[in-house]
């Protein structure tokens, strides 16, 4: 087998567990690999670190696949790792029928995606090594998870930088275009042709059922108490308004919700599950708003929920706008023209809840997400009614931790805010961590209380 040869002044990041080796860290190849092929990877002594497969043409020349010396990534080889794969997902999200089955580098397979909706595997193949392994992995995933169908969404750019094309279809059996899996007791319709990434996120899951404990004890602002009634001789607790008349409503209690940039509707579906009383649900996409709306349908929550296609960031502007010219013709000391037209925004919601895209895609392009992260985050945080709750996350890597807050405590500074952190997440169980591998901390998740500074 070739070998790679690391240079003796690099940083000893194979060592503390990165599967990464840069063109930039390597002193020479011994033999002759071709790209794809399995190397040994040596310290500057000649001394076996690990095995990798080697691409030349990419910046990342090898991925570490073992600690071992190992000839072939065969189907043994894959049916070994995907059974430790479940075993993993078994122990911590068995009990539900969809999750990220091989999360690449975390799970000692870099390059590989696999997601799991019941009996059908959406698998990404993203590297030139784990390209040419596409017999292997599809044969090892039939014998460890005997799916109906395995179908290859590969349609991401950076198989480019890897000297690959985009490609997606069918590589085993049955896959029809729409499958339908459960989280946390929801029905999900997910699109596996067409829908983001490999058709949903899963690393949101345990993040969207921490929102549980914020979609309920609302109803007091309203004035309505629960009060002790005799009906039929029967002494029952039951809700009243301040006239003293009985709240039929069954969600009376509940929180009023934006959701914005919703794609399938996720944090949706979990708000109206945990009693929110109304729900703004948010997304440019009509398709997103399309998914959306069924899967609100399919869980019988369309009562509840109302649908917006539009920009969020120039949504929330426009409901900040017109709560703010509202405000300034409440004041009796402010001469306002009432001749003109209100905006047509000024609504506000006791919860907000902001999970956008990645704004920071590259290490060049953080300044630019800081300020659209500060944007979202100051415009969001005015709309909470005084009390709520402010849930934002970012997945952008570059985005680093200690920024995001830095950029959230920015946007609170200038919305005249104070914010308390009551929880502070990142991805689930599915989406496991190698020490020592910054790459897979990107997701963050905080919920904030947000009260105003006058209020206190």
């Not at 997902?89 to 997601?115: K, M, Q, S, T, W």
């Not at 008349?245 to 579906?269: I, K, M, Q, R």
């Not at 109302?306 to 949504?315: G, I, K, L």
């Not at 005249?416 to 963050?444: C, N, S, T």
């Amino acid at each position: 087998m070739s070998s790679v040869i690391l240079d003796r002044n690099r940083k000893k990041r194979l060592e503390q567990g990165h599967p990464w080796v840069f063109k930039s860290e390597i002193a020479a190849v011994e033999g002759e690999p071709q790209p794809g092929d399995l190397v040994s990877i040596m310290n500057h002594q000649g001394r076996f670190l690990a095995s990798g497969y080697y691409n030349p043409q990419s910046q990342i020349t090898v991925r570490t696949v073992s600690y071992q010396p190992i000839e072939n990534m065969d189907h043994p080889f894959f049916a070994a790792r995907f059974r430790e794969c479940l075993k993993h997902r078994e122990r911590f999200v068995g009990h539900e029928n969809a999750y990220r089955l091989v999360y690449g580098e975390a799970d000692f397979l870099p390059g590989l995606i696999v997601d799991r909706f019941e009996d059908v595997l959406v698998v990404q193949l993203l590297t030139l090594g784990m390209d040419l392994c596409r017999d292997a992995i599809v044969s090892a995933l039939v014998e460890v998870i005997q799916p109906k169908g395995i179908y290859e969404r590969s349609d991401v750019s950076i198989r480019e930088l890897e000297g690959l094309e985009q490609r997606t279809g069918i590589l085993y059996g049955e896959c029809p275009r729409h499958v339908t899996v459960t989280e946390n007791g929801l029905k999900i319709k997910v699109d596996i042709y067409e829908g983001q990434k490999t058709g949903y996120f899963f690393d949101q899951r345990e993040n969207r059922a921490s929102i549980k404990p914020l979609m309920t004890g609302w109803g007091g602002r309203s004035g309505i108490k629960l009060q002790e009634v005799e009906q039929d001789g029967v002494t029952k607790r039951v809700p009243v308004n301040k006239s003293g008349n009985e709240v039929t409503f069954p969600y009376w209690d509940g929180a009023t919700v934006l959701e914005c940039f919703s794609h399938t509707g996720s944090f949706t579906l979990h708000a109206c599950q945990y009693g929110a009383k109304k729900v703004t649900c948010l997304d440019i996409s009509e398709h997103a708003i399309q998914s959306a709306r069924e899967n609100v349908e399919l869980n019988g929550y369309q009562d509840r929920v109302e649908f917006v296609v539009d920009d969020a960031f120039q949504y929330l502007r426009g409901q900040v706008k017109g709560l703010e010219e509202r405000e300034l013709r409440s004041r009796s000391d402010q001469k306002v023209d009432t001749s003109k037209p209100l905006a047509a925004g000024g609504r506000s919601w006791d919860v907000v809840i902001l999970d956008p895209p990645a704004f920071a895609k590259t290490k060049s392009a953080v300044k630019g997400a800081c300020r659209g992260y500060k944007d979202i985050n100051l415009h969001g945080m005015k709309l909470v009614n005084e009390g709520g709750y402010l849930v934002t996350a970012s997945c952008s890597y570059h985005m680093r931790p200690d920024l995001f807050l830095e950029t959230v405590q920015e946007a609170a500074k200038d919305a005249g805010k104070v914010l308390r952190l009551v929880e502070w997440r990142a991805a689930g169980k599915d989406h496991p961590q190698i020490l020592g591998v910054d790459e897979g901390h990107y997701l963050k998740f905080a919920v904030f209380e947000v009260r105003s500074k006058s209020s206190l």
